[in-house]
């Protein structure tokens, strides 16, 4: 019976720590060290559905963009789910597009200056080549998306202050 029981101990325990290793591999690969890592990170969920800007995984956004560019995302979320409504981001955006046939798609390496990252992220949709500029900033959880410049003076920050009465 005492060795039916350390054998129990011994195996609830193994399962725990296979868990909580689990646990910090998925952690580690959700959060890259590097700029560049955390955008390829972002577009391969989002890719795959599981991204940000999916109402069932809104609260991922936290992961990837700083906090009050992922507060007002999240915020625009939640409420365009709820009121069955369009919101702020009414179109694809890390693609800057309703419609997408994407080619030619690449994510540059990080430039740094004054503590601050840009990645570009160049692909072709429907024929037209385009360019991305995602503006990262270091804070104490690593490295995050503080904006997204499209070009033309339009960014993903500025389209939420545009609405913000």
């Known amino acids: ?3 039916i029981k350390t054998n129990l101990v011994a ?3 193994l399962t725990g720590l296979i868990a909580v290793a ?3 591999i998925q952690a580690q690969a959700v959060t ?3 700029p560049d ?8 969920v989002h890719n795959q559905k599981r991204g940000p800007f999916q109402a069932r995984h809104a609260a991922s956004v936290y992961k990837y963009f700083d906090k009050k560019l992922a507060d007002m995302i999240h915020k625009d979320i939640a409420t365009s789910a709820a009121k069955h409504e369009v919101g702020v981001i009414d179109s694809d955006p890390l693609y800057d597009a309703q419609d997408m046939e994407i080619k030619k798609f690449a994510i ?7 503590g601050k990252a840009k990645v ?4 072709e949709n429907l024929g037209e080549k ?3 500029t995602f503006l990262l900033v270091n804070g104490s959880s690593g490295w995050r998306i503080s904006d997204i410049d499209y070009g033309e003076g339009r960014t993903l920050f500025g389209e939420f202050k545009e609405t913000t009465p």
């Open 1 to 3: 019976m005492n060795k």
């Open 11 to 13: 195996f609830l325990l």
């Open 22 to 24: 689990n646990v910090k």
């Open 32 to 34: 890259p060290s590097a």
């Open 37 to 44: 890592a955390l955008v390829a990170s972002l577009y391969k």
């Open 108 to 114: 540059g390496k990080a430039s740094y200056e004054s």
């Open 120 to 123: 570009l992220v160049t692909f």
């Open 130 to 132: 385009k360019t991305l």
